[in-house]
């Protein structure tokens, strides 16, 4: 199985700061043969399911605002908030889907400063 | 607007048998561009993948958990349904059932319509 391991496991940014998160996996998740990383973003909300927020390592998903943005490729991958919003308090997963099983992060919990 | 709903018993024995059923609407299941998943987070921890099934029935298992678990699909009701046997604490989570982009039948990829989850717990 690859394993994603994401760092910080906390972090705490003021408002309308940048906040970074870093996900590694344990081997590469891109394919040369199409340029494509295969890593999505998740944003959970205290007693919400997850939300997707990017996928291909780079593109939002629908309706996500572009003070999210995704980096990265073969092993190291980023997740920046810009410039962080109130509501944007929650945890953030990474999840690869190059291989089977799928298998996400162990999340980063951002929380305002 | 798509949305899927879990619902199944909040309470199983040891050794017995989880079942749980995603019913979808918004989105027909048997229209074929999409797998179908559940995902499982026990309480303060992360994500894990129990598996997907396309609307054909094919299906793709979480190793580590292929031996218990069955997932199957009624496209005339429009859902999917869990069954995971010999249950232990250790299966105690949230389930969720969620929407998944892929290419079928070879792969799985993401999930970017989730239900709100379901509670299961494990205890006599």
């Known amino acids: 199985d690859i394993v994603m391991t994401q760092s910080p496991d906390s972090l705490a940014v003021s408002l309308g700061e940048r906040a970074t998160i870093n996900c590694k996996s344990s081997?590469?998740?891109?394919?040369?043969?199409?340029?494509?990383?295969?890593l999505a973003w998740y944003q959970q909300r205290a007693g919400q399911p997850p939300k997707l927020l990017i996928y291909?390592?780079?593109t939002r998903g629908s309706g996500v605002p572009d003070r999210f943005s995704g980096s990265g490729s073969g092993t190291d991958f980023t997740l920046t908030i810009s410039s962080l919003q109130a509501e944007d308090v929650a945890v953030y997963y990474c999840?690869?889907?190059?291989?089977?099983?799928?298998?996400f992060g162990g999340g980063t919990k951002v929380e305002i400063k | 607007q798509v949305q899927l709903q879990e619902s199944g018993p909040g309470l199983v024995k040891p050794s017995q048998t989880l079942s749980l059923t995603c019913s979808v609407s918004?989105?027909?299941?048997?229209?074929?561009?999409?797998?179908w998943s559940w995902i499982r987070q026990p309480a303060g921890k992360g994500l894990e993948w129990i598996g997907s099934?396309?609307?054909?029935?094919?299906?793709k298992y979480s190793p580590s958990l292929k031996s218990r678990v069955t997932i199957s699909v009624d496209t005339a009701m429009n859902q999917f349904s869990l069954n995971l046997s010999s249950v232990t604490a250790a299966d105690t989570a949230v389930y969720y059932c969620?929407?998944?982009?892929?290419?079928?039948?070879?792969?799985?990829?993401?999930?970017?319509?989730w239900g709100t989850g379901t509670t299961v717990t494990v205890s006599s």
């Open positions: 969620a929407r998944t982009h892929g290419v079928v039948p070879i792969a799985v990829y993401y999930m970017d319509v």
């Open positions: 918004g989105n027909s299941i048997s229209s074929g561009f999409h797998y």
């Open positions: 099934i396309y609307s054909s029935g094919s299906t």
């Open positions: 081997q590469s998740v891109s394919h040369s043969s199409n340029n494509k990383s295969y």
């Open positions: 291909w390592a780079s």
């Open positions: 999840q690869q889907y190059f291989n089977s099983p799928l298998t």
